[in-house]
């Protein structure tokens, strides 16, 4: 075959990613061939006749289907952009059917250009893994018709992960949307793992409509990232919230095997009493619950197999109570070291002062992140200087030697994140080294550096593979 210019580029980029030994006689193809050569591809080992005639290209012997593999590879494994694998496609009708997968294995309901057909077309339909459905069109593209939309889903054999994402807002938002998009997948079996990201859950309830996703084993439930004031959303009930969410994740929970759930549709005593059989990842996102308090230890306490558990609850504006993870009295309850003893991951953002966690950590963690988080800058009202988001807390000096002591006692820890009040410091990283001598990541970050305008903006540092 003839290596056009978009191809001979493509593979070169592909190819230049790689170290591993196998792949250097193909650099050295490509690095010696221009975009005009041709290149013959044979197979090694082959009779005498067929070696006396490859002799006269001066390019290595390799198998074709060989080297389609590991062009195949290294795109899976270094995902160039879409562009570079649509060119790829264009080169010969082998790397085409290669691309194709590549391509269309992620799509969403938006039309770009001048399409106007209706979903997508049946002929990609097999190669569809991932779709994300948005309501809310903006200046360069436009959305499918929900009709056609509506219409198709159910035909997307192979898909396995559904996101929607909704910024509509009313009363009826479940029997214009949500409810007809859910029925519309609920046969789809291969269907493992389903994002649901809207306004409200109040109104009617989705159980029935989830429960029926046999193959469902990761759950989404959280709110739209535009929202910022849900309690001024027309007749919001947020009692019947709570309820409908916690009737889809009691009728889920024997099965789910990672669940994403945000703090505010959430009542913590829930969690606490449901039996979570399979359940090996769990993260809350968006704000603290406003239910009674409960130590995680208490929350997890029914889920046995959880190997990761994250906890990225985001300081607001609005009053609320603070979250101790571990209280003072901590000895009253079972320690998070007795409860998970095979927790691998664990992540806790805004430690208030009086926690106790640090003293409660599991031998087995690999990965350990201590992070101030926020609501994001889009969503600030006034001067952060006057109007300070409730709760956000970073590590001090001193609480950061704490975590620093607490995570040379984890004999596998290899990846630690810790935000501080203070730009990480030479110090600081010689400590880390030394109490730490097995990390192979470690990031550091000065979480507030907004409240003051002489202090630089860039003041993170991540490390990766410092043994």
Known sequence: ?????????????????????????IKVMFT??????????KLEGANAAQGQSSAKSSNPLVDDKEIILRIYNET???KPSNEGIVRMSETCSRLRAIALPLIFRKVFNWKKGRYTGGAWPSTAWPYIRV???????????????????????????????????VF????????????????????????DTLSLRQPRFDGPSLMHAIAQMHHLTS???????HVIQRLKLQEYDRYEELNNVAEILRSVAPVLMRLEISGDLVDLQMIEWTEWPRLSGLRFVGHVPYSYFRPIATVVSRMPILQSLTCDFKAEEKPRPSFIYCPPDYHLHFPLSTILPN????????????????????????????????????????????????????LSDGDADLWINAASELP?????????????????????????????????EKASFEFNDNESSDSTLVCCNII
């Open 343 to 394: 927790l691998i991951s664990f992540s806790l953002s805004n430690l208030q002062p009086g926690d106790q966690t640090v003293r409660q950590l599991p031998l087995s963690l690999e990965s350990l992140r201590v992070v101030a988080l926020r609501d994001t800058h889009y969503l600030t009202i006034g001067d952060l200087n006057m109007e300070p988001r409730y709760h956000y807390s970073a």
């Open 32 to 41: 010696n061939s221009t975009a005009a050569d041709p290149v013959t591809i």
């Open 412 to 444: 596998h820890l290899s990846k630690l994140t810790l935000h501080l009040k203070s730009i990480p410091s030479p110090e600081l990283l010689h400590r880390i080294a030394q109490a730490c001598p097995r990390l192979q990541y470690l990031e550091l």
């Open 219 to 225: 759950l989404t439930l959280a709110l739209s990232s």
């Open 76 to 78: 899976r494994s270094y």
């Open 131 to 165: 779709v994300s459905v948005y309501d809310q069109p903006d200046s360069s593209r436009n959305l499918f018709y929900n009709a056609d939309l509506l219409s198709t889903l159910p035909s997307l054999a192979n898909v396995d992960h559904i996101l929607l994402d």
């Open 168 to 191: 509509y807002d009313e009363p009826d938002l479940h029997d214009i949307l949500t409810s007809p998009f859910l029925s519309s997948i609920n046969t789809l079996r291969h269907l």
């Open 1 to 25: 075959m003839h290596l056009n210019d978009s191809f001979h580029t493509i593979c070169l980029n592909i190819l230049a990613q790689s170290s591993k030994p196998n792949l250097a006689k």
